[in-house]
């Protein structure tokens, strides 16, 4: 059902995880006017971090749609779509993608959580 892999999604919910957990991590609620750029701002500071570092990796090995995906999911578990929306999510993500993917999602609170629900909302889970 879905381009990117179950356990690729698993490993970026742990490292969205292991990264906004950190208590210096400071992510603001959004930008405060249409050219801040706050995600880049933000994950500038943490270049050095590993977790960033591994996450960069892991999203310059995915194809540009199975980086979608990743958002795609992100967003049903957060509730702007519903599963039965799968098709029209992941259209929408694939227009919206950039190369900076993986800072929207790092920059995204809750981001693994989103995941999390997003998986679970298609009946998959990282505890398999």
């Known amino acids: 059902m879905f381009e990117v892999s179950v356990d690729t999604v698993c490993f970026v919910i742990g490292k ?3 990264f906004q957990a950190k208590e210096a991590v400071s992510i603001p609620d959004g930008p ?7 995600a880049g701002q933000v994950l500038a500071d943490y270049a050095d ?3 960033v570092q591994e996450l960069r990796a892991v999203f310059n090995d995915l194809e540009p749609a199975e980086q979608a995906e990743v958002v795609a999911l992100m967003w049903v578990g957060r509730g702007d779509y519903e599963a039965d929306e799968w098709v029209d999510a992941r259209s929408d993500a694939k227009s919206a ?7 929207y999602i790092l920059a995204t609170p809750l981001a693994a959580d989103y995941l999390e629900d997003g998986l679970d909302a298609f009946g998959y889970s990282c505890d398999e």
Do not use: F, H, I, M
């Open 49 to 51: 971090d590993l977790s």
């Open 32 to 38: 405060e006017g249409p050219g801040d750029d706050w």
């Open 16 to 18: 969205c995880r292991e």
């Open 97 to 103: 993608w950039n190369p900076r993917t993986v800072d």
